[in-house]
């Protein structure tokens, strides 16, 4: 097979893997929020997993596909209500996948030694790198999510009940001003949920480079 007909399979490989994730996103958070009711996010965990093995336009696709997903999968199998309001926390995701993909384009050289050689000192320095990567995670999602949350609340109806109401209603509760509360809210369900994300995110990355056949690297340079 030629250079470029191994690219355009490549590209083709990639583009399945954004929509598959993209649902799998809508899947993951409807079997834990709904059926399950564990009280986290868990919607970018795929979206992540792209950043880490094809990059940053990947992960934008994967991003912007999953509310889409997540619309489609209420309007055809759950018939549950779909608030287009969520759609601007994609927002959030958007500042994530910059995120990782800036933070992963910093470990490369560490990231190599671990996956020629996998040992658990190798990983222990990628882990080290992704809790940083957690915390940092954490605070950018929790400003955003607030921020957009405070905007919405002032110029719309409030939105249906999330997990991190009940602790902006104690916040609120003790005078702590209403655009503080939506964030400091956010915190205690995101530091949890980034650490699935993030070190869940990469652990799917390492399968899906496999399968395209890039086990040492990002995919591409999207």
């Known amino acids: 097979m030629s250079g470029v007909q191994s690219r355009i399979t490549m590209i ?3 583009l ?3 929509v598959l994730c993209a ?4 899947a993951f958070s409807y079997l834990l ?4 009711k564990v009280p986290l996010f868990v919607d970018t965990i795929f979206t992540v997993a792209m950043c ?4 940053l336009l990947p992960g934008i696709l994967t991003g912007v596909l999953s509310p889409l997903a997540s619309f489609l999968r209420d309007s055809l199998f759950t018939g549950l209500p779909f608030d287009t309001r969520w759609s601007f926390f994609t927002i959030c995701v958007l500042a994530e996948i910059l995120l990782v993909c800036f933070f992963h384009s910093k470990i490369k050289s560490r990231e190599e030694v671990f996956l020629r050689k996998p040992s658990l000192n190798s990983f222990t320095g990628i882990a080290t790198h992704l809790l940083v ?3 940092l995670d954490c605070i950018v999602i929790s400003v955003c999510g607030g921020v957009i949350d405070f905007i919405l609340g002032k110029i719309s109806a409030p939105m249906t009940y999330s997990f991190e109401d009940t602790f902006e209603l104690g916040l609120l509760r003790n005078n702590v001003p209403a655009l503080a509360a939506a964030i400091l809210s956010r915190i205690p369900i995101n530091i949890v ?3 699935f994300a993030v070190f869940g995110g990469y652990g799917i990355s390492l399968v899906f480079r496999k399968w395209l056949g890039f086990p040492g690297q990002a995919v591409s340079k999207f």
Do not use: E, P
């Not at 880490?52 to 990059?55: I, L, N, Q, R, Y």
């Open 12 to 14: 083709w490989k990639i």
């Open 16 to 18: 399945v893997l954004c």
């Open 23 to 26: 649902f799998c996103n809508a």
């Open 33 to 36: 929020n709904v059926l399950l």
């Open 52 to 55: 880490f093995t094809a990059g």
């Open 133 to 135: 990567l957690v915390a």
């Open 193 to 195: 949920d980034r650490f």
